[in-house]
């Protein structure tokens, strides 16, 4: 898949403005940041709770990816491992990024009804997300800091992804269902 998108209207780049309105949690068509017209895809909350599982997964694999690195290779030089993690975040960026990208061109489970506008409170699921956004953040950094609750934080995380993964399911058919969108399988 290419990672340059462009503007349906201008053909001016347009990645910038899809990942701002997956990073702000912002359901609605994507307004372009040059021409400030909107495209015809239309984000809905199924397709910013994705972006999350798959970010959180991704974060969850860099805290184990972490904690291992800091467990196994005690030994090593600080900066070398400092240099790992690093290049870990940078990594991590570009991933996250990327799949902002998939989700918009792809509408992975919702190919039917991706331009399609649905009703849906904007303020109150922007709102929802970033607190789950920061229960993720705080389970992850109230056990990561504790190295004998590892095991403990893991599970949890793992069960936080499972909790939003059922949310995507649920909030999938809801979209349908008020589309009226009969089920092709
Ligand atoms: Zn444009």
């Not at 372009?32 to 397709?47: L, M, Q």
């Not at 600080?78 to 870990?88: E, K, N, Q, S, T």
Request: overall charge positive; glycine content about 4%; aromatic content about 16%.
């Amino acid at each position: 898949m290419k990672l340059q998108l462009k503007c349906e209207k201008c053909k001016q780049n347009f990645n910038k403005s899809v990942a701002a309105a997956f990073e702000e949690y912002k359901v609605g068509y994507v307004v372009c940041n040059e021409c400030k017209k909107k495209n015809s895809r239309y984000i809905s909350e199924s397709d910013l709770l994705m972006y999350f599982v798959c970010s959180a997964t991704l974060y969850t694999l860099a805290v184990v990816a972490i904690y291992l690195l800091l467990n196994l290779l005690g030994s090593v030089n600080v900066f070398i491992i400092y240099g790992i993690i690093a290049f870990l975040f940078v990594g991590m960026f570009f991933l996250s990024k990327y799949i902002c990208y998939y989700i918009y061109v792809m509408a992975p489970f919702k190919k039917e009804w991706k331009d399609k506008q649905l009703d849906e409170d904007a303020a109150g699921i922007a709102k929802r997300m970033r607190w789950q956004f920061i229960m993720f953040l705080l389970v992850a950094l109230m056990f990561g800091s504790q190295p004998n609750l590892i095991i403990y934080c893991f599970v949890l995380l793992v069960a936080f992804i499972a909790v939003v993964g059922i949310k995507v399911n649920l909030c999938l058919r809801n979209e349908k269902a008020q589309l009226n969108i009969k089920s092709t399988k």
